[in-house]
């Protein structure tokens, strides 16, 4: 009978260490660096003699009074897109919770919407754009909006529904009873 802390296999070859002993480098180790290395210059040559060297479609200035125009620019598509992503998820979410046969529709829709990742339509979504408005920075604010939207309407609109959903009856029975308005019972919902 063997002892079960022996290092010998089945076949009596001694099994090898992941991290045992260095061994010398030998001919493979010099072609892989070799490979590496030549790889690593026609990268690093190649990147300087190209087609052409792109240049940014706007020039832009560094000085303190333009800051504000900038800011401007800058935070106008991000607005934009939060009330568009607000607007999406009142309506729909408010049409989920109350129509039930809506929402055998709208709620696995949505969740099939949810799972495609933003950046995977991105490319696609970028270079129609930019074909569609080619001399003008239109499209790529678009995309911009368009991936800020999709990047929050989704959790928005979950958010929305399952509260409007966990509401008790109770609550809106008792609304109901005292005649609230549409805004109250909104705020009530």
Request: proline share 7%; net charge positive; aromatic share 12%.
């Amino acid at each position: 009978m063997r002892h079960p802390c022996r290092a010998d296999t089945e076949y009596g070859a001694r099994p090898r260490a992941l991290l045992g002993p260095a061994r010398r480098p030998g001919w493979i180790d010099a072609l892989v660096l070799a490979g590496l290395s030549a790889c690593y210059w026609d990268c690093s040559t190649s990147a300087d003699s190209g087609p052409g060297r792109i240049a940014p479609a706007s020039k832009s200035t560094y000085h303190r009074g333009r800051l504000p125009s900038y800011t401007f620019y800058s935070l106008v598509p991000r607005l934009i897109a939060y009330i568009i992503s607000l607007g999406f998820t009142l309506g729909y979410g408010y049409w989920a919770a109350h129509d039930r046969r809506a929402e055998r529709v709208l709620i696995p829709l949505l969740d099939i919407l949810q799972s495609i990742p933003v950046l995977g339509f991105l490319p696609g979504l970028l270079l129609a754009l930019d074909a569609a408005f080619p001399t003008s920075n239109i499209g790529l604010e678009l995309a911009a909006v368009l991936m800020i939207f999709t990047g929050q309407a989704w959790n928005m609109t979950f958010s929305f529904y399952h509260s409007l959903r966990s509401l008790p009856q109770e609550q809106r029975e008792v609304a109901q009873l005292f005649r609230f308005s549409a805004w109250q019972r909104f705020q009530v919902d």
